[in-house]
Structures are given as C-alpha cells and as structure tokens.
C-alpha cells in the first residue's frame, strides 16, 4: 500500500464518523450525510496519490463532504426545507470544517446515541453502529451476521428510515435520561465487541467496539460503567494473538503462552479499571478478568478471588449464563463438586438445556472429578450441539485428548 493509501484508510478510519454526524446534523439526511463522506474517501483515492496528502487530511474530507452536499441540497432545492439547510451549511460558522471542538464532541455522541436508539431492535442498533458511526462496508456487516449484503441494506435502510418517520432526536439525553439511555449503548458496544471476540468472528468488530469505548469514556468522562467496560474489553482483547496455536485451534487460559499477551492493554485495563468502582455489572466482569490478565501463570491464578467477585455478579445479574460461569469458578476454587453443585442450580427450570457450554463445563468438572469416559461423552456432545466450527473443534479435540489419556 501507498503513502497515499495509507493515509486515505487512517484519515477515513479517523474522521468518517465526523463527518456523517456533522452533516446529519445539519441535513437531518442519514443516507445523504454517508454518500457524500464515502464521495470524498473516493476522491481522495484518486487525488492524493498523484497531488500529494493534504496537510489536514480529515478537514480536505470534511471540507469535500460538505461541499458535495451542497451541490445536492442545490439541486433539490425545490423544497423549502431543504433550502433552509443549505444556508445554514453556507454560513461560515456553522459549516462542520469550521466546527469548535465542542460541536465535534456532540456530533460523535448524538451519532452513537441516536444508532443505538432503544426503538430500534439490538442487531439493528449494532449493524447502524457499525455501519455509521464505524466505517465498515455493509458486506462486511452482512457476513458477520449471515446474511445476503441485500438483505443487509435494506435492514439499514429500514433503521435510518424508523429513526426519521419516528422523529427520534438526533442529541445525546441529559441528566436522568443519560442514566437510563447509557446501559443501552454498552449493551451495543458489548455485542459488537462480542461480534468480534467470538471464536469464529470478525477481530475488527472488537477493535471498533474498543475505539468506541475509549471514545464514550473520553467524552462522557466521570461514567464508571464506561470505565469497567473498557476494562473489562481490554483484558479479554489481550489474549487475542495468543488464543490460537500454529494450526489455528483454540487454547484455553490454561494452554496459551502468557508472553503473547499484549501488556500494553492490561496495563490500560488496569488504569481503567481504577476508574470503574466495584458495583456494576461490567465493572464486577472487568474485576474477574482482570484477575485472569494479571496473573503469572495458571497456577497463580486467583481462583477464590474470582469466585468471590461471582458471588457478586449474581447478585446484580442473576441470569442462567453468569450462574453457569459461576460454577466453573467455584469448582476451580473448591473442588469440581462445588462447581457441579452451582451447575446444577444454574440448569433448574431447564434455563441451561441445549447450550453447548454447560455441557462443556460440566464434562470439565467431571473429568477434574476423574470420570474421563463421562467427559468424553459430554465434550462430543456439545461439540454436536455448537454452532461455530472453531468451537466445535476445540471441543472435539478435548474429547480426543481425553479419549487418549492426555491432561
């Protein structure tokens, strides 16, 4: 790749979503704001390389999106509306090249709040997401979620056009609202980052979701929710070069080289964890990775610690997934019939029936308990039940190496 190149990939990545909520804002237009943002990326493909890079890269591409769109509100112009708009993008002070740092801030914010807008269904909330706020080509986003790119666009399409004939507001709420609209966004960021931290998904998602948190800190500083979900992402992202080995199966904590994690990120994770408290649900979750990241080896790990920070998170998140990760800690702290015990109570009312990973936690525990043939049925079995083929593999091979009187 060019100098060019490069610098047109780091200035999109840098400054698309600027733009789009820059122009959203002033047009009230979500599919007039991404057109005329990729217009100029398209532009700048074709000039830098034989004019040179600008020396403001990101306002060249602000400065040739709004110029775009004025040409095509002029052309609309029959509409009085619309006309009202292009003189606010003629005046000076309110064209987004010239925008204070205050309105850039807002801008990004009302962006995120408004994709992740509660009226909207989850997937659709993550698909806009990445879609606007992201950058990401919607064939990328159509392959994450397993569909056709066609069928994806419409379901952005439906999303902008709800977001319109249901007037929701493109601000970022305040006060109470802030609070009660907030959890919603770090449920997006977490299955977005989750899209990307899967076994079998797509690692850009995760560095996205990390970006997005770093910028939901940055800009809505004194959250302590925020600051636990960094955490929490950065702890489990610092394993990613390390969670594979040479064939590209998966490696349990137990099994991966610790010098591959990437230090820089649990020192950041540490720091944000200073930052989130001991009382959220994602601060509790960053607390028991952090437990994980900051271990030695895994012997040192700090089971009992874990266990303890479980005990909390059900408290606040009594769901049938954290009751069944709670299990797995106790029966590493306690001994597996501890853990089997809790798996039990995790599965009363058929909460757990079907999910691969019960099966795979109870064929863990039974095989520390020393039935190895039990074990091995249980591994095959939710290997059959899995979805994802880096999953149904690793299993496999635990049955394999169990079947075969390996550790």
Same mark, same amino acid.
């Given at each position: 790749?060019?100098?060019?190149?490069?610098?047109?990939?780091?200035?999109?990545?840098?400054?698309?979503?600027?733009?789009?909520?820059?122009?959203?804002?002033?047009?009230?237009?979500?599919?007039?704001?991404?057109?005329?943002?990729?217009?100029?990326?398209?532009?700048?493909?074709?000039?830098?390389?034989?004019?040179?890079?600008?020396?403001?890269?990101?306002?060249?591409?602000?400065?040739?999106?709004?110029?775009?769109?004025?040409?095509?509100?002029?052309?609309?112009?029959?509409?009085?509306?619309?006309?009202?708009?292009?003189?606010?993008?003629?005046?000076?002070?309110?064209?987004?090249?010239?925008?204070?740092?205050?309105?850039?801030?807002?801008?990004?914010?009302?962006?995120?709040?408004?994709?992740?807008?509660?009226?909207?269904?989850?997937?659709?909330?993550?698909?806009?997401?990445?879609?606007?706020?992201?950058?990401?080509?919607?064939?990328?986003?159509?392959?994450?979620?397993?569909?056709?790119?066609?069928?994806?666009?419409?379901?952005?399409? *439906?999303?902008? $056009?709800?977001?319109? =004939?249901? @007037?929701?507001?493109?601000?970022?709420? #305040?006060? !109470?609202?802030? /609070? %009660?609209?907030?959890?919603?966004?770090?449920?997006?960021?977490?299955?977005?980052?989750?899209?990307?931290?899967?076994?079998?998904?797509?690692?850009?998602?995760?560095?996205?979701?990390?970006?997005?948190?770093?910028?939901?800190?940055?800009?809505?500083?004194?959250?302590?929710?925020?600051?636990?979900?960094?955490?929490?992402?950065?702890?489990?992202?610092?394993?990613?070069?390390?969670?594979?080995?040479?064939?590209? *199966?998966?490696? $349990?904590?137990?099994? =991966?080289? @610790?010098?591959?994690?990437?230090?820089? #990120?649990? !020192?950041?994770? /540490? %720091?944000?964890?200073?930052?989130?408290?001991?009382?959220?649900?994602?601060?509790?979750?960053?607390?028991?990775?952090?437990?994980?990241?900051?271990?030695?080896?895994?012997?040192?790990?700090?089971?009992?610690?874990?266990?303890?920070?479980?005990?909390?998170?059900?408290?606040?998140?009594?769901?049938?997934?954290?009751?069944?990760?709670?299990?797995?800690?106790?029966?590493?702290?306690?001994?597996?019939?501890?853990?089997?015990?809790?798996?039990?109570?995790?599965?009363?009312?058929?909460?757990?029936?079907?999910?691969?990973? !019960?099966?795979? /936690? %109870?064929?863990?525990?039974?095989?520390?308990?020393?039935?190895?043939?039990?074990?091995?049925?249980?591994?095959?079995?939710?290997?059959?039940?899995?979805?994802?083929?880096?999953?149904?593999?690793?299993?496999?091979?635990?049955?394999?190496?169990?079947?075969?009187?390996?550790?």
């Amino acid at each position: 790749m060019s100098d060019a190149s490069r610098a047109v990939a780091t200035a999109g990545q840098e400054s698309f979503a600027r733009i789009v909520a820059a122009l959203i804002r002033v047009t009230g237009d979500w599919t007039l704001a991404e057109d005329c943002a990729q217009e100029a990326l398209a532009l700048a493909v074709e000039r830098w390389p034989r004019d040179g890079v600008p020396a403001n890269p990101g306002g060249w591409l602000m400065t040739v999106a709004r110029n775009r769109a004025v040409d095509v509100l002029r052309r609309a112009d029959v509409e009085r509306r619309k006309l009202r708009e292009l003189a606010l993008l003629a005046e000076p002070e309110a064209a987004p090249a010239d925008a204070g740092e205050g309105d850039v801030v807002d801008d990004r914010l009302r962006l995120i709040f408004t994709c992740c807008h509660p009226a909207l269904a989850l997937e659709a909330r993550v698909a806009l997401t990445l879609r606007t706020v992201c950058g990401v080509p919607t064939a990328d986003i159509a392959r994450a979620f397993l569909v056709s790119e066609s069928t994806m666009t419409r379901r952005l399409t *439906r999303a902008k $056009t709800k977001i319109a =004939q249901a @007037r929701i507001p493109y601000r970022v709420p #305040a006060g !109470a609202a802030l /609070v %009660e609209r907030l959890p919603g966004v770090l449920g997006v960021l977490y299955l977005l980052f989750t899209r990307g931290h899967d076994a079998d998904g797509e690692p850009a998602f995760a560095d996205e979701a990390i970006r997005l948190t770093r910028l939901v800190e940055a800009l809505l500083p004194g959250q302590p929710e925020v600051s636990g979900l960094l955490a929490l992402f950065l702890f489990q992202h610092s394993r990613r070069d390390a969670r594979r080995d040479a064939d590209g *199966r998966l490696l $349990t904590l137990d099994r =991966q080289d @610790r010098s591959r994690w990437d230090r820089a #990120a649990v !020192a950041e994770g /540490v %720091e944000a964890l200073a930052r989130a408290g001991q009382d959220g649900p994602y601060a509790l979750q960053a607390h028991i990775a952090a437990c994980h990241a900051t271990a030695r080896s895994s012997a040192d790990t700090d089971w009992p610690a874990i266990a303890g920070w479980y005990d909390r998170l059900v408290e606040r998140q009594p769901t049938p997934v954290v009751r069944l990760n709670r299990a797995v800690a106790h029966g590493y702290a306690y001994g597996p019939a501890a853990g089997l015990d809790l798996l039990d109570a995790a599965r009363a009312g058929g909460a757990l029936d079907g999910y691969p990973a !019960a099966l795979a /936690v %109870e064929a863990e525990l039974t095989a520390r308990q020393g039935d190895r043939a039990r074990a091995v049925t249980l591994f095959r079995a939710a290997a059959d039940l899995s979805d994802g083929p880096a999953e149904r593999r690793a299993l496999r091979d635990r049955a394999d190496d169990l079947a075969g009187g390996r550790p």
